[in-house]
């Protein structure tokens, strides 16, 4: 007899951010209540294979099994399979994103299943457990990936992005809250400092000052942006920012809409920080004669 079980939950977050969130497996242990730990084996950018580990049951047995795992991202599919079956014949399991709204999306997990002759429960027995399960844990992920999208972000939350000058961070963004028509951030530059100029193809781009004073030019013409004032820098229009006060100036970002990729984003039309003293030492260099 063959097993099949079939649930699903509407989550309000878009589907992209659902994604991400369901897949990112070494999260898994803090997704799920049934899993303690997760070891990745092998993975390449479409699969993985890895030891997923429950807590104990009630007896106080710790359950633990090997399975792969196989993305389909155009598809908004997964398929999964045990590899080490256990009380199984075979296990597959099939997830599906379906994007009901721009902040909607429904996950359905199907398993198809049959259990060994010799396994200590009937597949009556392990389809009635799996649907239970399947409800509570579904439940649960829904909880945990819109609770994720209220996450509250301080600036030493996030790595700083220092190539273009300046201490840079992107904190809401669709990695980490699953925005879906921007993303904003905020940048400290020292007296004198500056963000190295670029564009943005795609995004409109709105800077507002909260404290110092920059200098911000606009495909070479200089504006300057006083504290509490803010300034809108246009699709495709080249600008840098520059501190020109005597103090350390903060300013926010947002820039929207979203580019069809992060990389095609900004557009450097200049070399970062790190780039001019690699070009200033070549210079320095040749005038010396080394390297001839």
Not at 87 to 113: A, H
Not at 154 to 175: C, E, H, K, Q, S
Not at 201 to 222: H, I, K, R
């Amino acid at each position: 007899m063959i097993g099949h079980t079939d649930n699903a939950i509407e989550i309000d977050a878009p589907s992209s951010f659902v994604w991400t969130q369901t897949n990112n497996l070494s999260d898994w242990p803090n997704l799920f209540s049934e899993y303690a730990e997760i070891e990745i084996l092998e993975e390449t950018e479409n699969s993985a294979t890895f030891r997923l580990t429950m807590h104990p049951d009630d007896q106080g047995r710790v359950w633990s099994w090997v399975s792969e795992r196989r993305w389909d991202t155009e598809q908004g599919v997964v398929r999964a399979r045990r590899i080490e079956k256990g009380p199984f014949e075979f296990m597959n399991l099939t997830w599906t994103y379906r994007e009901l709204g721009p902040d909607r999306t429904e996950l359905r997990w199907v398993q198809d299943f049959e259990m060994r002759p010799d396994a200590p429960v009937d597949t009556a027995w392990m389809t009635d457990n799996i649907n239970r399960n399947s409800a509570v844990q579904l439940k649960l992920i829904k909880d945990r990936v819109e609770q994720r999208r209220r996450l509250v972000v301080g600036f030493g939350d996030v790595p700083a992005n220092r190539r273009r000058g300046g201490d840079l961070r992107t904190m809401i963004a669709p990695p980490n809250v699953g925005s879906s028509s921007g993303f904003c951030g905020a940048v400290r530059l020292a007296p004198g400092e500056r963000v190295s100029e670029h564009y943005h193809p795609y995004s409109e781009e709105f800077l507002f000052v909260a404290s110092g004073t920059l200098q911000v030019d606009l495909d070479g013409e200089a504006v300057t942006v006083p504290g509490e004032h803010a300034l809108l820098v246009p699709r495709n229009v080249r600008h840098r920012l520059i501190n020109i006060g005597d103090d350390e100036a903060l300013a926010v970002f947002q820039l929207s809409p979203l580019a069809p990729a992060p990389q095609l984003g900004h557009v450097d039309t200049e070399p970062g920080p790190e780039e001019r003293a690699v070009l200033v030492g070549d210079g320095a260099a040749s005038r010396s004669g080394v390297g001839r």
